[in-house]
T-cell receptor, first 114, second 115 residues
Framework: KNQVEQSPQSLIILEGKNCTLQCNYTVSPFSNLRWYKQDTGRGPVSLTIMTFSENTKSNGRYTATLDADTKQSSLHITASQLSDSASYICVVSVRDTGRRALTFGSGTRLQVQP | NAGVTQTPKFQVLKTGQSMTLQCAQDMNHEYMSWYRQDPGMGLRLIHYSVGAGITDQGEVPNGYNVSRSTTEDFPLRLLSAAPSQTSVYFC??????????????FGNGTRLTVT
């Protein structure tokens, strides 16, 4: 069964600090891995999409890494801001059609405090 | 650009009532989908469509119907609401099938409570 596990479930950091969120997956056959940011009361917004051949991808202060051998990904947030407070969702896509195409993690809830 | 627009934002239904959640996108995306988000769980796919006139079931389709008469619109119908359908519903669209590297664009959700 395809699964995506995220850790930690929740995290509190001080403004200006860095943090790293983890994503482990057991999904096959792998197509790509995505990170989304979801603000409270809003829909998820895409941060990055990484294919099998990409190890690192950045989007401003967000840097995602992918190790396809160990089936792990991380999202590193640099110099956190209050606006980074949100849930971060890891999503893995398979090279398949239809209902099994995307598997969502349950997210890491990040709170940035002043 | 409006992106993906969902209406209503909030809805309360009594058990057994029916209703339609509306979803419209203005990006000319072929792929559209409906998800539900429950506490502590990842988003789960209800139904999806790869183009006008084509729909298919997702992981949790029971109790829901969809249609896709135009590229822009993808309404979700609850046939006979049950308390287990209390959830937040998200509509999402993508330029291509989600197997490929095209991001999903989500609406801001409809929060549904069934009493």
């Amino acid at each position: 069964k395809n699964q995506v596990e995220q850790s930690p479930q929740s995290l509190i950091i001080l403004e200006g600090k860095n943090c790293t969120l983890q994503c482990n997956y057991t999904v096959s056959p792998f197509s790509n891995l995505r990170w989304y940011k979801q603000d409270t009361g809003r829909g998820p917004v895409s941060l990055t999409i990484m294919t099998f051949s990409e190890n690192t991808k950045s989007n401003g202060r967000y840097t995602a890494t992918l190790d396809a051998d160990t089936k792990q990904s991380s999202l590193h947030i640099t110099a956190s801001q209050l606006s980074d407070s949100a849930s971060y969702i890891c999503v893995v896509s398979v090279r398949d059609t239809g209902r099994r195409a995307l598997t969502f993690g349950s997210g890491t809830r990040l709170q940035v405090q002043p | 650009n409006a992106g993906v627009t969902q209406t209503p934002k909030f809805q309360v239904l009594k058990t057994g009532q029916s209703m339609t959640l509306q979803c419209a996108q203005d990006m000319n995306h072929e792929y559209m989908s409906w998800y539900r988000q429950d506490p502590g769980m990842g988003l789960r796919l209800i139904h999806y469509s790869v183009g006008a006139g084509i729909t298919d079931q997702g992981e949790v389709p029971n109790g829901y119907n969809v249609s896709r008469s135009t590229t822009e619109d993808f309404p979700l119908r609850l046939l006979s609401a049950a308390p287990s359908q209390t959830s937040v519903y998200f509509c999402a669209s993508s330029y291509t099938d989600v197997r490929y590297n095209s991001p999903l664009h989500f609406g801001n959700g409809t929060r549904l409570t069934v009493t």
